[in-house]
């Protein structure tokens, strides 16, 4: 549904010179260099499927977003979203895809929501049935009713947020690109964006490209997850997939200290257990983290029980953020060539 084919995109900034001659002396000659927001980016998205786009601030998640919704054209290579190239194909394309930019509203500033609503209706030629479906959905889920008649520019950014994912969807794309789309936003708005989306999916098939710095959207919403780094595409394959190229695991126990205390405890772990690192946690849990190149679970498990009198023990999922992370600072990490 969404393929990117060596996708390329460089920009050309001017240089500055500092100071006030600087300032003056670009005015006649120009140096320019060129900024390679997106290095040659391949990737493939199935119909259906619900993708994260991940990657440090400036890794070309934003420029891939508009170059994929006919924004911006490549420098070189190809986008296709459902068939089309979407530079080239703007007004065909649009009917096809929705799209939302935490950053930038796509709502009308001076109108009420519903008022943004009728308007699209109108520009997308959505059928009644389609659109009173719709709306009944948004009412229910985002709540739509309480805007009423408040220009867009009066909302709050959680209420004005919940109206661009609506608007998005509101003549039923094929695919919608979410760009940041819950940057702000409180936990319960967080979790009414992700539920539509996932409602939608599930109802109607439509694939989803998520960027997010948000590590709970991303486990909330995608199955599949793309980590870009410096513009090129460094992992693909499923959010498992991704944490199982964690390199260390973790474990919380608790447990009855019959009197040496923690740090005695933590000394203890980090002796026998070379390589580990163990601290106190809140409620006097300890928490160890092991490299799993030298540890095993059942290692480390069977080392506790025989040690400690353990009352209670987890062993929390390997941490997104720290996975990525790892990758962003060019540790090596698993590679998995499964297609996203
Ligand atoms: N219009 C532009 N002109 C010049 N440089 C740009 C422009 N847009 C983005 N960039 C640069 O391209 C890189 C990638 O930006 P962006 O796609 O916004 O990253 P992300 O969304 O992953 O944070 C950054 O270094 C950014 O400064
Ligand atoms: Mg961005």
């Not at 920009?11 to 010179?17: A, I, S």
């Not at 194909?89 to 109108?111: K, M, P, T």
């Not at 390997?318 to 600072?329: G, N, Q, S």
């Amino acid at each position: 549904m969404i393929v990117a084919e060596n996708l390329v995109k460089e920009f050309k900034v001017t240089e500055r010179r500092p100071g006030l001659l600087g300032s003056l002396s670009t005015l006649f000659s120009r140096k320019y260099r060129l900024v390679r927001a997106v290095s040659d980016v391949c990737f493939e998205i199935p119909a259906g499927v619900k993708a994260a786009y991940i990657g440090a601030n400036g890794a070309g998640k934003s420029t891939t977003v508009k170059m994929l919704t006919g924004i911006m054209t490549p420098t070189s290579g190809r986008a296709l979203v459902a068939g089309l190239e979407p530079y080239r194909e703007r007004r065909r394309n649009a009917a096809n895809i929705g799209v939302v930019f935490g950053q930038r509203s796509q709502l009308w500033w001076d109108l009420p929501v519903l008022d943004s609503f009728r308007i699209l209706r109108r520009i997308h030629d959505i059928p009644d049935t389609v659109y009173r479906r719709n709306m009944a959905l948004y009412r229910d889920l985002l709540d739509l009713d309480a805007l009423g008649n408040t220009p867009v520019r009066q909302l709050s950014l959680g209420q004005r947020m919940r109206a661009e994912v609506a608007a998005c969807l509101v003549h039923d794309p094929k695919v919608i690109f979410l760009d940041e789309p819950t940057v702000g936003l409180d936990i319960v708005l967080k979790g009414a964006v992700r539920e539509l989306v996932n409602h939608i999916n599930a109802e109607l098939g439509t694939t989803v490209l998520l960027t997010s710095h948000d590590i709970g959207d991303i486990s909330a919403i995608c199955d599949r997850v793309l980590v870009v780094n410096e513009g090129e595409v460094v992992h693909r394959g499923s959010m498992e997939e991704l944490l199982a190229t964690a390199d260390t695991r973790a474990v919380v126990f608790e447990h009855r200290d019959i009197g040496a205390g923690p740090d005695a405890a933590v000394a203890l772990i980090e002796t026998h257990l070379v390589g580990a690192s163990a601290r106190v946690v809140h409620g006097g849990r300890i928490r160890i983290e092991y490299p799993v190149a030298c540890w095993s679970a059942r290692q480390v498990m069977g080392f506790l029980l025989e040690r400690f009198d353990v009352v209670d023990c987890v062993a929390p999922e390997p941490d997104l953020e720290m996975v990525l992370r790892r990758i962003y600072t060019g540790q090596p990490a698993k590679r998995s060539e499964t297609v996203a």
